[in-house]
């Protein structure tokens, strides 16, 4: 290749590393064996600074720009941002809710009082509504009620424009089960795979 500069990075369209360039593959080397490329990489790209330093790894990665662009990041070299998959939890879904439509279980039911004058005033367990006595709704001790075996005997009738729904809804915790998996899904750009090699023996680039 014609000769460049030092540490300059190439996307190439063959598979191999042509003289005096390496992988970009994030090997550890000497710094002994290259100071030269060594003072302008540093530690950037892995190392201790002290006996070894790294190339850059581009491998399954794609190179962006250092800096900081209008709404964007702020970047600088050797940072490794980004996956190529990754797993959505709820902190990251957007607010949403789900329905849930509630039937009942009962039916509608006529209501019928006993064809007889009340006996009680207060009414025990299975006890029917029957005909006022007593006064009812003048005096205060008005019997209203009557047994069940007092309405069996006497007959009932039916209330019109009255009726019940029986059965319904215990008041409780009702909860909507889970669905879906948590498996990883693929937010990879649609790329195309180089060779991207770094000169790793050039000309030493000049500030001036």
């Given amino acids: 290749m014609y000769e460049n500069y030092m540490g300059v990075i190439e996307a190439l369209g063959f598979a191999f590393t042509p003289a005096q360039w390496a992988y970009c593959a994030g090997q ?8 030269a490329l ?3 990489l540093g530690c950037r790209f892995g190392g201790d600074c ?9 491998r399954g990665r794609v190179p962006i720009g250092q800096f900081q662009g209008p709404g964007l990041p702020d970047w600088s070299v050797g940072m490794k941002p980004g996956f190529e998959r990754t797993v ?5 879904m957007p607010s949403h809710s789900h329905a849930h439509n509630y039937t009942g279980t009962g039916s509608l039911t ?3 009082v006993a064809k007889t004058h009340g006996t009680v005033q207060e009414p025990d367990h299975g006890d ?12 205060p001790n008005g019997n209203l009620y009557v047994t069940e075996a ?9 209330i019109g424009g009255v009726s019940d729904i029986g059965g319904g809804f215990v008041s409780q915790y009702l909860q909507i089960h889970n669905t879906g998996v948590n498996d990883s899904f ?3 750009q649609p790329s195309l795979v180089m060779n991207y090699c770094i000169c790793i023996d050039g000309l030493y680039p000049s500030r001036s």
């Avoid at 959505?88 to 990251?92: A, D, E, F």
């Fill in 186 to 188: 693929e937010i990879m």
């Fill in 88 to 92: 959505l939890t709820t902190l990251r």
């Fill in 128 to 139: 029917y509504i029957a005909e006022p006595s007593n006064g009812f709704g003048s005096a």
């Fill in 50 to 58: 002290r006996d070894v330093f790294g190339y850059p790894d581009l």
């Fill in 38 to 40: 060594f003072s302008l």
């Fill in 110 to 112: 006529d209501i019928s």
């Fill in 150 to 158: 007092q309405a069996t005997a006497a007959g009932t009738a039916q």
């Fill in 28 to 35: 550890i080397v000497s710094i002994n064996q290259q100071t």
